[in-house]
């Protein structure tokens, strides 16, 4: 493949605003200087090197496609140019990138090649929570090492819970769940592992008090996790008996599914769970609801516009932003209805 035409389609491609607030993924979201920034230097490079790639993979990424990628490593990327740091960094990106879009292997591959070549020691330790993260998609035996293996590092600990509970070892799990209690971590907010824990035991009434508390997807560190985790919480409603709550949590689903591109509903059944055709109903469902307002997107462009502007936009000045798009578009759906 010419390496030049390659480079050229690349570089012409620009990413507007508009497509970075619509990336899911927060580890894409730097400033919008980041991105001009990785282009320019892109274009001074000779050959494929460090951020050409970089910004094949956020083209990848903005437009969920992952052609920009895929060419510039069937060219060949010249790692031999580049510093281990430089190496270990885009080896990662790749890898992660890859997993986002569920090509797991592939993306577990690059990991395992970032993992490698890293000579930092801090930076070492948070490539192999990554790798275990995704490994622990198609190897929980691996990722269960590597989390122990990290045994100093709390983090590694919670998601081990996961992991546990995942395979089906609530009582090693609950052993964990109940150390973690009393650790470093013991003010951390554990609602989102007691609501998987509960629900894996089918105990749904605690766990529909647990997904009560977990509002967010702070732990819900990749697509597979987070789409799981939304269907089991419209399940454990639909369980415990809580329609009005399963229904409400379904609608969410759906809405974030047409959304969100990461956001696939295929993923369920790659998890084996349970599928209830009341929940299913309504995620077929194309009806518009004309007055919903969606709490859950609102939120997160209010913090993508925080984090793509940081320096520029604090995180009130974001919100009175929205807040004004918000109130300027209920007042254009009003005068609409009032003609």
């Given at each position: 493949?010419?390496?030049?035409?390659?480079?050229?389609?690349?570089?012409?491609?620009?990413?507007?605003?508009?497509?970075?607030?619509?990336?899911?993924?927060?580890?894409?979201?730097?400033?919008?200087?980041?991105?001009?920034?990785?282009?320019?230097?892109?274009?001074?490079?000779?050959?494929?090197?460090?951020?050409?790639?970089?910004?094949?993979?956020?083209?990848?990424?903005?437009?969920?496609?992952?052609?920009?990628?895929?060419?510039?490593?069937?060219?060949?990327?010249?790692?031999?140019?580049?510093?281990?740091?430089?190496?270990?960094?885009?080896?990662?990106?790749?890898?992660?990138?890859?997993?986002?879009?569920?090509?797991?292997?592939?993306?577990?591959?690059?990991?395992?090649?970032?993992?490698?070549?890293?000579?930092?020691?801090?930076?070492?330790?948070?490539?192999?929570?990554?790798?275990?993260?995704?490994?622990?998609?198609?190897?929980?035996?691996?990722?269960?090492?590597?989390?122990?293996?990290?045994?100093?590092?709390?983090?590694?600990?919670?998601?081990?819970?996961?992991?546990?509970?995942?395979?089906?070892?609530?009582?090693?799990?609950?052993?964990?769940?109940?150390?973690?209690?009393?650790?470093?971590?013991?003010?951390?907010?554990?609602?989102?592992?007691?609501?998987?824990?509960?629900?894996?035991?089918?105990?749904?009434?605690?766990?529909?008090?647990?997904?009560?508390?977990?509002?967010?997807?702070?732990?819900?560190?990749?697509?597979?996790?987070?789409?799981?985790?939304?269907?089991?919480?419209?399940?454990?409603?639909?369980?415990?008996?809580?329609?009005?709550?399963?229904?409400?949590?379904?609608?969410?689903?759906?809405?974030?599914?047409?959304w969100d591109k990461f956001y696939n509903l295929d993923l369920i059944d790659t998890h084996d769970m349970v599928r209830i055709p009341e929940i299913d109903a309504v995620l077929s469902n194309n009806f518009v609801y004309r007055w919903y307002l969606d709490i859950d997107r609102m939120f997160y462009y209010i913090n993508k516009i925080r984090m793509i502007g940081y320096g520029y936009i604090k995180r009130n000045w974001a919100y009175i932003f929205f807040i004004f798009i918000l109130i300027s578009v209920l007042t254009l759906k009003i005068l609409k209805l009032l003609k």
């Amino acid at each position: 493949m010419d390496i030049n035409a390659t480079k050229e389609k690349i570089l012409s491609q620009k990413i507007a605003i508009k497509n970075i607030l619509a990336l899911p993924a927060m580890t894409y979201s730097y400033p919008v200087s980041r991105y001009n920034f990785c282009r320019k230097r892109a274009e001074k490079e000779t050959g494929i090197g460090f951020f050409t790639v970089q910004y094949a993979r956020l083209l990848s990424a903005c437009y969920y496609d992952r052609s920009y990628i895929d060419s510039v490593i069937n060219c060949g990327i010249d790692f031999d140019s580049m510093a281990t740091p430089q190496k270990c960094e885009l080896c990662f990106n790749i890898g992660w990138f890859y997993c986002n879009l569920n090509f797991i292997a592939e993306g577990i591959e690059y990991m395992q090649k970032a993992v490698d070549c890293c000579e930092d020691e801090k930076f070492l330790r948070n490539l192999r929570f990554n790798l275990a993260i995704y490994l622990s998609e198609v190897d929980k035996g691996k990722a269960l090492d590597i989390f122990n293996a990290l045994e100093e590092f709390f983090g590694a600990k919670i998601f081990a819970i996961k992991v546990y509970i995942d395979s089906g070892d609530l009582e090693k799990a609950g052993e964990l769940f109940e150390k973690s209690r009393f650790g470093p971590g013991k003010d951390l907010d554990t609602s989102f592992f007691e609501a998987e824990f509960h629900f894996a035991g089918k105990d749904f009434e605690k766990a529909s008090k647990a997904f009560d508390i977990c509002k967010s997807h702070r732990f819900c560190f990749t697509p597979q996790w987070q789409l799981t985790y939304d269907y089991k919480k419209a399940s454990t409603y639909y369980y415990a008996g809580q329609f009005k709550k399963a229904h409400k949590q379904a609608i969410k689903i759906r809405n974030r599914k047409n959304w969100d591109k990461f956001y696939n509903l295929d993923l369920i059944d790659t998890h084996d769970m349970v599928r209830i055709p009341e929940i299913d109903a309504v995620l077929s469902n194309n009806f518009v609801y004309r007055w919903y307002l969606d709490i859950d997107r609102m939120f997160y462009y209010i913090n993508k516009i925080r984090m793509i502007g940081y320096g520029y936009i604090k995180r009130n000045w974001a919100y009175i932003f929205f807040i004004f798009i918000l109130i300027s578009v209920l007042t254009l759906k009003i005068l609409k209805l009032l003609k």
